[in-house]
């Protein structure tokens, strides 16, 4: 079994930075992939960001590239999404997750809102 829990969000204007944290615990011997998601009201969860575990491969989302940075530290099995020049269109719950072969975890989710 493994555990998410997502911390970091708030209230942020616009132009500002948030980090998110994402603790994860139990057997992560086998992770794949991990990854950041959010879900805007009325809209569809959607990936925001992901990093291979193996070879530290990162992908993002078009309309987070070069604002938002994924990154993992092993020693405290934490995963961040270290985000820049928020917009309001940031505004969302963002979700941690990660992948085995053959399942997926999810966080709580944590809300980030950014005020114009």
């Known amino acids: 079994q493994v555990q998410l829990v997502e911390s970091g969000g708030g209230l942020v204007q616009a132009g500002g930075s948030l980090r998110l944290s994402c603790a994860v615990s139990?057997?992560?011997?086998?992770?794949?992939?991990m990854g950041w998601y959010r879900q805007a009201p009325g809209k569809q969860r959607e990936l925001v960001a992901a990093?291979?575990?193996?070879?530290?491969?990162?992908n993002y989302a078009s309309s987070v590239k070069g604002r938002f940075t994924i990154s993992r530290d092993n020693t405290k099995n934490t995963m961040y999404l270290q985000m820049n020049s928020l917009k309001p269109e940031d505004t969302a719950v963002y979700y941690c997750?990660?992948?085995?072969?053959?399942?997926?975890?999810w966080g709580q989710g944590t809300q980030v809102t950014v005020s114009s």
């Open positions: 139990g057997s992560i011997f086998s992770i794949h992939v």
């Open positions: 997750n990660v992948k085995f072969v053959d399942i997926v975890y």
């Open positions: 990093i291979i575990t193996g070879t530290g491969t990162t």
